[in-house]
């Protein structure tokens, strides 16, 4: 067994390991062990490759991880596919900006085939990249068969359940108004906009419109200027009232519950109208000479008008808004779009011609103060909608989409998702409450590099053909050698294959490619050979354990369901674990454009990779967590403090060398801390287990620390003499042997959490001592109970006597009494277990309490001196003035004796006063002189501190080997070298205390010649003790 160092050197130790598990093909031979075992099957989310990952990133990761680690430890047959992301706006954002493009006429310009080549290689730089790094981190995965969304056999998957989806006739092409994204040219779906909202301040306008055949002008609200190119009509609640107002001499009409917020100041009510009553009025539109607006506008009905803000008049723009889309449909209305694909005024939008919406809001208020139709413009905060990827705010605009209809699928999916389980369990509401509010999904986009929509519509007969593989493509097509010769089937490439309609003509494909979640919703099928192996899927399918963000409730997650339940039935998981965001130290999120974005590898070798897992692993994922250097520091104090329960053993096995294999203690030979470390140890194994099955790896960190904490404090505190100066040699083992399998076990159980520190110190301690042991700590397989034999109540009663300790030592430190001075006696008064429990541990509590008696007694009453004090309430009341004078005379007491045993009789003299009712005092107490008395836990424990002359000059002889030993430590003599040592001092007492107790100290020592000076002293230096000092010499042998 190698000694090891005092402080460990994480970051070595981990380049160490990564080494040992390469040479040693460590994950191949788990995968191996475990083979045809019960499977866990698992499904990656895929990252996307398109950048390195950020040490935020790898919560996810490091649950993923964990989780696996946990189930092979347990001997299932685990599936290790990585994914990732390979192809759609994400890739094609960043590339343009590799690339500096900007926008897609620049990349028409470029060259769509070369933008796709570069693409492609992106995302393979990438891949690789991201691979390493998560091998920095400890993740064990297949890392030569991770799954690309962009390749043919996911793209083809897709291609399938699109047809399927149109067999069903689920698949349908529709103009409407979609959110849309100017910089990037294409559309963004509803559940992609889920999460990007952002506050943002606009110019709101109220326009007041000139009403034919009235005296008024009718007023709306708009905070998209550009829109009213694009006004149809004015839409009022029927059942709501306006109010014709006098507004500075203008006839103004507005909703009467809005009207004064709005004009904000008293105006006269000229007339009241109902809504119903404005229904057909006719009004000149804002902008009438633009050649899309020459038609009738007039005032409709519609009940969701509403009273919150604006005028209770809404400007109606079918072409820009979806609720208005419905509207006009509804009611046959015109719709017009005025922009392009860029967010640009089309030609025929008159003064806003060419200009992109957000540069014509100030044309727009000057042309509507100049024909006096403006009211007022204001500065409004609302939360907007933005692109997701390149973070410009979106528009709405009018386009032909494809979408599949949700309407039939839903209850589909409400069904499928009733047994699966949702970890936390509020992720399956937002889940329920996204499938029930979801509208029709569209899944086309107007970009280059993606899926290619297999949907080629015919312009002769109007049939929409809906291909489903790459083999129906090659037998449908014109020419089926161009198929053959597809590099990948992405654009520009695919565009060139045209294919015969059933009427005779060619058609070519539509020009979109697909949304990004059908890439990577399909991977249950594409990755799990539903495709090519039925026996494989069905071997593999559904998932048992999904884990992503929350966020992925209505993306990755909604997805997976959605296309699962088309081409299945069924759910694609039975566990959709999620957790929350992780956030910078501050509280803030972790950007790029911040600075504030840490690299994982790079940050795993400053910090060590144990120490970010541990920091996850110790995060309950139903909340947000920080990440940063000072988070990591905790985490590493606490590995720190495993490390020394580690090193303490190592320390002296390596002196003893102890042979643990062949001993195996019998009960008699347990103390009874060995018998709470074997509990503790079992108990630990046992919940352990329960909470990584039930996903709160977080409790089992928690169990860990506190184990931890309890070792170091409590089992080496009591039990270290037995490690290095045992007489008693079977004791000794048993003390060795149960810190061993205590070690052995915590470290089989932690593995997933920690798998570097757990595998240095399998290596290291447990190949040592047991050689036949497993090759790796992730073979030896989840650990089971240490020792066969239940002790009972002992964690129970080992907390009690925890409790009196922690109470005495309290004591100690309020009264100043250093641990190192032993004290005569202890007193311990408590519930019935107590007896039985100070017996049991009577020994360590006297050793860790440096005291030379314990005893229990019935209550304090032997230490405690009674006297009365005014209760100022009920003697108010009878002595009024003379309370003062009764609270004085209590003071100038001396002698109780007398007053006390007239107390118990219930009539009180004192001074002047005479036989006054003792309900006038409060019964109080003191500990008597020499006595220190505390009460915590239900128990009281009570401390002589009385010192005669011999329990001070031991408690000198404590102190003064104390100081011994750590001037030893600061000389960096080894533990178990023996010195020589000079002592010199001018303190009487200490010279006595040398004299009496020389011989302990060259033993605690480990001095073998005590000489009168050393002149190659290895250290020399002043210790303090008591109200002296002894010049110490220490010099090596």
Request: aromatic share 12%.
């Amino acid at each position: 067994m190698k000694k090891e160092q005092t402080m460990p050197n994480f970051i070595e130790m981990e380049h160490n390991i990564l080494d040992y598990w390469k040479q040693n093909d460590s994950f191949k031979k788990l995968v191996a062990k475990n083979a045809g075992h019960d499977r866990f099957k698992f499904l990656d989310g895929p990252a996307t490759a398109n950048n390195r990952l950020g040490v935020h990133h790898f919560w996810g990761r490091t649950l993923k991880d964990l989780t696996i680690r946990y189930n092979a430890l347990k001997g299932r047959d685990c599936q290790y596919q990585n994914g990732f992301d390979g192809q759609g706006l994400w890739v094609e954002v960043n590339m343009e900006k590799e690339l500096g493009l900007n926008g897609k006429p620049e990349i028409i310009k470029y060259g769509v085939d070369k933008f796709t080549n570069k693409c492609i290689e992106r995302v393979a730089y990438f891949g690789k990249e991201i691979t390493n790094q998560s091998i920095r981190m400890g993740q064990w995965m297949d890392w030569d068969n991770s799954y690309y969304t962009n390749t043919d056999e996911n793209i083809t998957s897709i291609w399938y359940f699109l047809k399927e989806c149109a067999r069903r006739g689920w698949l349908v092409r529709k103009n409407r108004p979609i959110a849309w994204c100017p910089r990037c040219g294409t559309s963004i779906s509803e559940h992609e906009m889920s999460s990007s909202y952002h506050e943002v301040e606009h110019t709101a306008l109220f326009v007041k419109l000139p009403v034919k055949g009235k005296n008024f002008k009718i007023v709306a609200w708009t905070t998209t200027p550009w829109t009213l190119s694009a006004n149809v009509a004015l839409a009022v609640n029927p059942e709501f009232e306006y109010v014709e107002v006098d507004y500075h001499g203008e006839h103004i009409l507005i909703g009467k519950d809005r009207y004064k917020a709005v004009l904000k100041e008293d105006v006269p009510v000229v007339a009241t109208y109902k809504g119903s009553d404005l229904v057909g009025l006719e009004y000149e539109t804002c902008f009438p000479e633009i050649s899309e607006q020459q038609f009738s506008h007039k005032v409709v009905a519609w009940d969701m008008v509403d009273n919150a803000e604006g005028t209770c008049v809404v400007h109606i723009a079918p072409g820009c808004g979806a609720e208005d889309f419905e509207l006009g449909k509804s009611l046959s209305l015109s719709e017009i779009c005025p922009i392009n694909e860029q967010g640009v005024m089309l030609d025929n939008t008159g003064f806003m011609a060419g200009k992109k919406t957000t540069d014509v809001v100030d044309l727009v208020v000057d042309r509507l103060k100049r024909d006096g139709k403006l009211l007022y413009a204001h500065k409004y905060k609302h939360s907007y909608p933005y692109c997701w990827r390149c973070k410009t705010d979106l528009v709405y605009k009018l386009i032909s989409a494809w979408y599949i209809k949700m309407d039939e699928i839903r209850p589909l999916a409400l069904k499928a998702i009733e047994e699966v389980e949702f970890k936390p369990e509020f992720a399956k509401k937002r889940m329920i409450d996204w499938l029930n509010n979801m509208g029709d999904w569209n899944i086309s986009r107007s970009r280059f590099y993606g899926l290619p929509l297999p949907f080629y519509v015919c312009e002769k007969c109007g049939k929409i053909h809906v291909i489903g593989s790459k083999e129906e493509l090659r037998e449908k097509a014109v020419n089926p050698a161009l198929v053959d010769a597809l590099p990948s089937i992405h654009k520009p490439w695919i565009d060139d294959i045209k294919i015969k309609c059933d009427c005779g003509a060619e058609i070519s494909r539509v020009p979109e490619v697909g949304d990004v979640w059908l890439d990577a919703g399909i991977t249950p099928f594409s990755t799990k050979k539903y495709f090519t192996d039925k026996n494989f899927f069905n071997a593999n399918f559904p998932s048992d354990y999904v884990c992503e963000m929350i966020e992925q409730i209505k993306l990755w997650f909604y997805s997976l369901l959605i296309m699962s339940v088309v081409l299945t039935g069924k759910a694609p998981y039975k566990k959709v674990v999620t957790y929350q965001y992780v956030k910078d130290e501050n509280g803030g999120e972790f950007h790029k454009s911040g600075g504030n974005t840490l690299e994982a590898d790079v940050i795993a070798d400053k910090v060590g990779a144990d120490v970010i897992r541990y920091l996850y692993a110790s995060s309950s994922p139903a909340n947000d967590m920080r990440f940063g250097f000072s988070l990591t520091d905790d985490a590493r104090r606490k590995l720190i403090a495993f490390w020394n329960v580690y090193t303490f053993f190592n320390t002296y096995a390596c002196i003893d060398n102890p042979d643990i294999v062949h001993f195996t203690p019998s009960e008699k030979d347990l103390t009874i801390t060995d018998k709470w470390l074997i509990q503790s140890i079992n108990k630990f194994i046992k919940t352990s287990d329960a909470n990584y099955a039930d996903d709160k790896c977080f409790l089992v960190v928690k169990d860990f620390e506190k184990l931890v904490d309890d070792i170091s404090n409590f089992y080496i505190r009591a039990n270290r003499k037995r490690f290095w100066k045992s007489e008693n040699k079977v004791d000794q083992l048993a003390a060795y042997w149960c810190l061993y399998y205590a070690i052995k076990s915590m470290i089989r159980v932690m593995a997933p959490v920690i798998p570097f520190l757990s595998e240095h110190i399998w290596q290291n301690l447990v190949r040592e001592v047991e050689p036949n042991e497993a090759e790796n700590v992730m073979l030896s397989g989840y650990p089971t109970a240490i020792y066969d034999k239940d002790f009972g109540d002992i964690l129970e009663n080992a907390a009690v006597a925890r409790d009196v300790m922690s109470t005495a030592q309290r004591l100690r430190n309020e009264n100043q009494i250093k641990v190192k001075q032993p004290l005569k006696k202890m007193y311990v008064a408590g519930g019935a277990n107590t007896v039985k429990v100070l017996e049991d541990f009577d020994s360590i509590i006297k050793s860790e309490l440096n005291v030379k008696e314990l005893e229990c007694v019935k209550d304090d009453s032997l230490f405690n001196d009674e006297y009365l004090s005014v209760n100022f309430k009920k003697a108010g009341a009878v002595l009024k003035g003379n309370v003062q004078a009764l609270k004085n005379e209590l003071a100038s007491v001396s002698d109780w004796s007398k007053i006390m045993s007239d107390y118990k009789t219930g009539k009180v003299s004192v001074g002047h006063f005479e036989n006054l009712d003792s309900e006038l005092f409060n019964l109080e107490k003191k500990p008597r002189q020499d006595f220190v008395i505390a009460h915590e836990n239900g128990n009281t424990v009570v401390l002589d501190i009385n010192l005669d002359p011999e329990l001070y000059m031991e408690g000198l002889y404590r102190e003064f080997v104390r100081g011994l030993q750590v001037m030893r430590k600061e000389a960096d003599f080894a533990i178990d070298e023996r010195i020589k040592a000079s002592f010199e001092t001018c303190d009487e007492q200490l010279k006595a205390m040398l004299e009496k107790f020389g011989d302990k100290i060259m033993q605690e020592a480990l001095i073998c010649q005590m000489c009168p000076s050393l002149s190659a002293a290895k250290i020399k230096k002043s210790v303090e003790v008591g109200d002296g000092e002894i010049i110490v010499s220490l010099e090596s042998k």
